[in-house]
């Protein structure tokens, strides 16, 4: 513990701003109480923590704008990714494309308050064609903020901080085992929950080619669209699908056959939607398999779009 204490008072920038960068590039590392525990040292050291407040800030943009990056070069593709292998699912579906659609690069200065939406907002970001000056122009007010705020808490709960540090110094060689178990318990709880979400949201899919039946039969069911509205105008959408964003946007016929698509993993925005209907009384509600990218590989009639 002492080495690590060394480490923190002696290499402390250093130590804030590679925790910073990995955190917000998607890397679980618990930042967060680094810059907390760094400013308390510094602030016991009598030291100014305004470079801490800095280096937080610069590296924590940087990361940022690699997603953004990433996100203009492959768009839609690098969100996917993200959301398949992100240990919160249920953030970087609808809600958090639903928050950016409606409040655009805005929603940046919060974005790192929110489990999940950071690093997927960037990315849309990205996407959507965001000029870079107004995605950096937001993104470091809320880089900022979110900086600040550790800085604020490590200065206010110094001594918290302090006692903190002297527990985990008692507890000699097994500080850093502790630490490590918790990291390891809160990552295991996260995948625990990724799990028994995606479990939830098992239910019957309809093929590309069942739904093109149906529409050539003439008993086309209603069909809703809950991928960003962005993206539905440059890649157009099935024939006859509303674009919808909550179930209240939607409405349907409980008689009806409903048939939610996105273009996201494991089709998680339609499952989450068609749950929500199910759970309005409408019984008869299906995601699309593969969703809307299932449905253009497969070459079947599409309307509108730029591509």
């Known amino acids: 513990m002492e080495v690590m204490l060394h480490l923190i008072a002696t290499w402390g920038l250093l130590v804030v701003f590679a925790s910073v960068l990995l955190d917000q590039g998607g890397i679980p590392v618990p930042?967060?109480?680094?810059?907390?525990?760094?400013?308390?040292?510094?602030?016991?050291?009598?030291?100014?923590?305004?470079?801490?407040?800095?280096?937080?800030?610069?590296?924590?943009?940087?990361?940022?704008?690699?997603w953004f990056l990433g996100g203009r070069r492959f768009g839609n593709t690098l969100v996917r990714l993200m959301c398949k292998l992100s240990l919160s699912p249920d953030s970087c579906v609808m809600r958090t494309r639903g928050v950016y659609g409606r409040w655009g690069p805005a929603s940046l200065i919060v974005a790192k308050f929110v489990p999940g939406f950071a690093a997927v907002a960037t990315t849309?970001?990205?996407?959507?064609?965001?000029?870079?000056?107004?995605?950096?122009?937001y993104d470091a007010i809320g880089a900022a903020l979110w900086a600040g705020g550790a800085v604020v808490l490590g200065i206010v709960f110094e001594d918290a901080v302090e006692d903190v540090l002297l527990a985990l110094e008692n507890l000699g060689h097994l500080a850093v085992p502790v630490l490590l178990g918790l990291i390891a318990a809160f990552i295991a709880w996260k995948w625990w929950r990724r799990r028994r979400f995606l479990r939830a949201l098992r239910m019957a899919r309809i093929s590309p080619a069942e739904l093109d039946a149906l529409i050539?039969?003439?008993?086309?069911?209603?069909?809703?669209d809950v991928r960003d509205a962005t993206q539905r105008e440059n890649t157009g959408w099935i024939p006859g699908a509303m674009l919808v964003r909550t179930p209240d946007e939607a409405h349907p016929s409980p008689q009806g056959e409903v048939i939610v698509y996105c273009d996201c993993p494991n089709e998680i925005s339609a499952a989450v939607l068609a749950h929500a209907l199910r759970a309005r009384g409408f019984h008869k509600v299906r995601p699309l398999a593969g969703g809307f990218d299932a449905w253009r590989a497969e070459g079947r009639a599409i309307e509108g779009g730029l591509s």
């Not at 967060?32 to 009598?46: E, F, G, Q, R």
């Not at 849309?124 to 122009?137: C, D, E, I, V, Y």
Request: hydrophobic share 55%; aromatic share 10%.
């Open 216 to 224: 050539a039969s003439g008993s086309s069911p209603l069909i809703l």
């Open 124 to 137: 849309l970001a990205g996407q959507t064609g965001t000029k870079t000056r107004t995605f950096l122009f």
């Open 31 to 66: 930042a967060y109480p680094l810059i907390i525990v760094t400013t308390a040292v510094a602030i016991h050291n009598d030291e100014s923590t305004f470079a801490i407040f800095l280096v937080a800030t610069l590296a924590a943009v940087l990361a940022d704008w690699a």
